[in-house]
């Protein structure tokens, strides 16, 4: 079974960082884009940042620009979210999730078969 697991969030002040960590187990992503959505209350999932399966491309939420960075460490079969400047509405439930097809580039929240359990993320003001 697949699964994935993200890394513990946690409360951070405004202008501070914080790294998020998702360990996969029964599935070797190298061949897999990855990505990172969240969800605040009463909002719809969205895409905060896409790393394709060869690492040649990214997207990121255009309010994370500059200030996230998306990374993939293959040998370990885990995805990274390093998140600096943060903002009272980065705070969400944010949940590391992969496509389930091979080689494929999208940033289509359907493609997105695996998810994590979330991890919640709150920035104070």
């Known amino acids: 079974q697949v699964q994935a697991v993200e890394s513990w969030g946690g409360l951070v002040p405004a202008w501070g960082s914080l790294r998020l960590s998702c360990s996969v187990f029964g599935f070797t992503v190298e061949r897999y884009t990855l990505g990172w959505f969240r969800q605040a209350p009463g909002q719809e999932p969205e895409l905060v940042a896409a790393?394709?399966?060869?690492?040649?491309?990214?997207r990121y939420l255009e309010s994370v620009k500059g200030r996230f960075t998306i990374s993939r460490e293959n040998a370990k079969n885990t995805l990274t979210l390093q998140m600096d400047s943060l903002r009272p509405e980065d705070t969400a439930m944010y949940y590391c999730?992969?496509?389930?097809?091979?080689?494929?580039?999208?940033?289509?929240?359907?493609?997105?078969?695996?998810w994590g359990q979330g991890t919640q993320v709150t920035v104070s003001s």
């Open positions: 999730a992969v496509v389930g097809q091979m080689r494929a580039w999208t940033v289509q929240q359907l493609d997105y078969t695996y």
């Open positions: 790393i394709c399966w060869n690492a040649r491309y990214e």
